[in-house]
């Protein structure tokens, strides 16, 4: 049972190697990776993930701290957005 659960893994795995390919592919011809927004969201993408790596440390210290996580958490998802939605309006694709 094991096997036919990896071999199906395996195969997702490929297929989402595929469609990453084609969507980098359409992200190169247009453009957009030499984009500063497109690189302004990695970055804020990476805010992102370190914000999520020290919720527990944050939110168990209370005070001051919780709540500026909380600010910089809403500011950081804020800023995606419009990240998001300039590239969006600018690279329609």
Known sequence: ??????????????????????????????????????????????????????ERYALTQGGILMWTWLATLGTTLVAIFFVRRTLKWRYPV
């Open 1 to 54: 049972m094991s096997w036919i659960l990896a071999l199906g893994y395996a195969g997702f795995l490929i297929w989402s190697v595929g469609r990453a390919r084609e969507r980098a592919a359409e992200h190169a011809a247009t453009g957009m990776l030499r984009s500063p927004l497109y690189w302004s969201g990695a970055g804020l993408i990476g805010i992102l993930v370190m914000l999520t790596l020290s």
